[in-house]
């Protein structure tokens, strides 16, 4: 099949998580408040018996940059009982490289997010299952301001690590912000091949197709820059709420809507992401891929976009 033009009809109608010895930084920026971050959890990922989740601290749209040193306040939240993060420099899933034992400094800007591993095991001592737990308590490090962040993790106990930076800015590389593998676990269909359109520097507006050789069912993830829109990317975003068919989005930490268009060729859903920078995120998909998938997709991409 065809997937761009297709792709197209429709849209008209982590970098990886791993510690970066380079941090963005502005000498100028003070340190973050709570009202300035965007605070969002990517997916559980597991090794062996070990459980980690990666907090994701972006810049709130219209917030200026700040910093952030050491470590966050995680406790546990709904699922069992309440558990309190140890703070620790390392893990099994993330963290500090050996032989570096200072926090370092991150400065949030846009496409700039911080990143904290917080870390779990699934078993206990006697190898019984431990407990699932569906949120958790977040503050970020010298502040006061706790938010409840939606995240799974089966855990016994609780770890965090400090804040860093992700490893590169992930904005043009797009088929970057969602692997082959995820979008497959998202969509439920394997395997999936990518290609990336817009990549080049310079470049206003960039995405990348998902598609798969043994089902129509495929995606378009795509980031549009201040430059692409003809007035602004809120003004886009508007567009998009008051659109027929076009429902809020929780659980992402910035504004979004699902809006279904069943007039294109073929009929596609698409959740509309507005970011900082007067940026805009959708994820595009078509033949009954459902508003909580297109989430969870776009939840991989804005925690390496950043929001």
């Known amino acids: 099949m065809t997937i761009k033009p297709a792709l197209t009809a429709a849209m008209v109608g982590l970098a990886a998580f791993a510690w970066s010895p380079t941090t963005y930084a502005d000498d100028t920026a003070a340190l973050c408040a709570p009202e300035q971050l965007v605070v969002t959890a990517l997916p559980m990922q597991a090794g062996v018996s070990h459980r980690g989740v990666p907090l994701v601290f972006a810049l709130a749209p219209g917030a200026s940059?700040?910093?952030?040193t050491g470590y966050p306040g995680v406790d546990s939240g709904t699922g069992g009982p309440l558990l309190?993060?140890?703070?620790?420099l390392r893990g099994y899933l993330g963290g500090l490289p050996s032989g570096v034992d200072i926090p370092p400094t991150v400065t949030v800007a846009p496409g700039h997010p911080a990143q904290a591993m917080v870390e779990g095991v699934a078993v206990d001592a006697d190898t019984n299952q431990c407990p699932t737990y569906t949120d958790l308590l977040v503050t970020a490090p010298d502040t006061a301001g706790t938010v409840t962040v939606p995240a799974t993790i089966d855990t016994c106990d609780l770890q965090v690590h400090p804040v860093t930076a992700t490893a590169e800015p992930a904005t043009l590389h797009p088929c970057d912000w969602v692997s082959a593998e995820e979008a497959s676990a998202v969509?439920?269909?394997a395997p999936v091949q990518t290609t990336s359109w817009g990549d080049e520097a310079g470049s206003t507006d960039m995405f990348c197709a998902y598609t798969t050789s043994t089902s129509d069912t495929g995606l378009q993830s795509d980031l549009?820059?201040?430059q692409a829109f003809p007035?602004?990317?809120a003004a886009q975003f508007a567009k998009a709420t008051s659109a027929e068919n076009s429902t809020p989005v929780e659980g992402l930490g910035v504004a979004a809507q699902c809006v279904y268009e069943p007039t294109t060729t073929p009929p596609s859903t698409t959740v509309v992401v507005l970011l900082s920078g007067d940026r805009l995120y959708r994820a595009t998909s078509w033949y009954g891929t459902s508003c909580d998938q297109l989430r969870q997709f776009a939840q991989f991409a804005i925690g390496r976009i950043g929001a």
């Open 65 to 68: 940059p700040c910093t952030l």
């Open 84 to 88: 309190h993060a140890r703070r620790t």
């Open 187 to 189: 969509l439920g269909a």
């Open 224 to 226: 549009r820059l201040p």
């Open 231 to 233: 007035v602004s990317a």
